[in-house]
Each structure stands twice: as C-alpha cells, then as structure tokens.
T-cell receptor, first 114, second 115 residues
Framework: AQSVAQPEDQVNVAEGNPLTVKCTYS??????LFWYVQYPNRGLQFLLK??????LVKGSYGFEAEFNKSQTSFHLKKPSALVSDSALYFC????????????FGAGTQVVVTP | EPEVTQTPSHQVTQMGQEVILRCVPISNHLYFYWYRQILGQKVEFLVS????????KSEIFDDQFSVERPDGSNFTLKIRSTKLEDSAMYFC?????????????FGAGSRLTVL
C-alpha cells in the first residue's frame, strides 16, 4: 500500500533562511510525487511534481524538490524563505494502478518569521 | 488562471438532512474528484468521475454519498442523510487527463458542519 509521511507538524524559519519541508514515501512501482500548498481559506495549490527524469524538480514561487530514490524521499526546498510562504504544505503520491487517487501526507505547517 | 469553484463555502446542517455540494470544474477538464479533510486530519480521497460515471471510490464513499454531473458544467456531491462525522472540508478537483502528466486543480473547499 502507498503511504506518505511528513515527519514534522511544523517548521519554523526566519525570513531569508533556507526552508526544507520533509517528505518520505512508500510505493510499489515508480512513484508519481507532488507537492501542494494550502493558504488559509484557499484550496490546495499545485507547486511541483516528479514523474520521471531529473531528480531535481523546480516549481512555482521559487520552490524545488529533490527526488531521492534510495532514501525514498521527496523533500521540498526553497533557498530563501519569505513571510508569504507561511502556509500548510502537503506531499502526495499517486496511488499505483489508480489514475485519480492521491495519498496525502498529514501536512506540515510552515511559519516564516520576519 | 482557470479555477475550480465550489459552493457553498460553508454549510451548517442538522444530522439526518440531505446536503448537496456543488462544483464547477475547469471547462476543458474531463476528470473530476471529491476529496475531504476532517479538521486536523489528512486530506482523503472520496471518488473520481469520468465519462459520466464513477471510476474509483474509497471505502468512505458509502451508499449515503452520490455524485452527479447534471449538466455540462456542474459536478455535485450529495450526502443523503448527514452524520456528525461527515463534518469536514470537502474539496472538489478536476484534471485535464489522468494524474501523472496532468495535475489536480483543487477548489477552495466547502466546509460542512453537521450539528
């Protein structure tokens, strides 16, 4: 069965510092991995995805993520965090043999302080 | 940028009442989904819908739930007789194609409170 783990409930970082949000996964077969962000009173917004190809994936708002097959990780990173990056971040994996079903992580709240 | 729109944004209902949550997916999208998030818990898959029929559903999606695309634009989730545990944020999503090359675009959600 597929699963996604986000080990940190909350990440605190000062503005201008690097931001990392961790995600590990467990799937059978090749993983389709995604990051979404949720701002207050908004839906889930797509940030980036890994399907195949380069392990470093670049996405929206300056975010990137590195797919590491040996560590089964897909950590989200941003070199210099902004206060406006404060939000809830979800890692998700497409369920194998399903074309429409994501397994989401529990979410990590990112708090960026000025 | 195209959006998925959901109404109502918040609905309060009494236990046992029927509720219909409405969604307008992005116009050229062919695949539609409902997910839900109980407060403080994970976002969970409910159902996917393509070509006017359910493609997949989770164990949560029991006989009390139904989905429909009554016209060319709306996609609805009906809960026939609400229970307290149905209180959650319900997200509609759509995609142009299957997940992979395509991504899900989510609406802002409909918060359902069952009293």
């Amino acid at each position: 069965a597929q699963s996604v783990a986000q080990p940190e409930d909350q990440v605190n970082v000062a503005e201008g510092n690097p931001l990392t949000v961790k995600c590990t996964y467990s799937v059978s077969g090749n993983p389709y991995l995604f990051w979404y962000v949720q701002y207050p009173n908004r839906g889930l917004q797509f940030l980036l995805k890994y399907i195949t190809g380069d392990n470093l994936v670049k996405g929206s708002y300056g975010f990137e993520a590195e797919f590491n097959k040996s560590q089964t990780s897909f950590h989200l990173k941003k070199p210099s965090a902004l206060v406006s990056d404060s939000a809830l971040y979800f890692c998700a994996v497409r369920v194998t043999d399903s074309w429409g079903k994501f397994q989401f992580g529990a979410g990590t709240q990112v708090v960026v302080t000025p | 940028e195209p959006e998925v729109t959901q109404t109502p944004s918040h609905q309060v209902t009494q236990m046992g009442q029927e509720v219909i949550l409405r969604c307008v997916p992005i116009s050229n999208h062919l695949y539609f989904y409902w997910y839900r998030q109980i407060l403080g818990q994970k976002v969970e898959f409910l159902v996917s819908f393509y070509n006017n029929e359910i493609s997949e559903k989770s164990e949560i999606f029991d006989d009390q739930f139904s989905v429909e695309r009554p016209d060319g634009s709306n996609f609805t989730l009906k809960i026939r007789s609400t229970k307290l545990e149905d209180s959650a944020m319900y997200f509609c999503a759509s995609s142009e194609g299957r997940i992979g090359a395509n991504v899900l675009t989510f609406g802002a959600g409909s918060r359902l409170t069952v009293l």
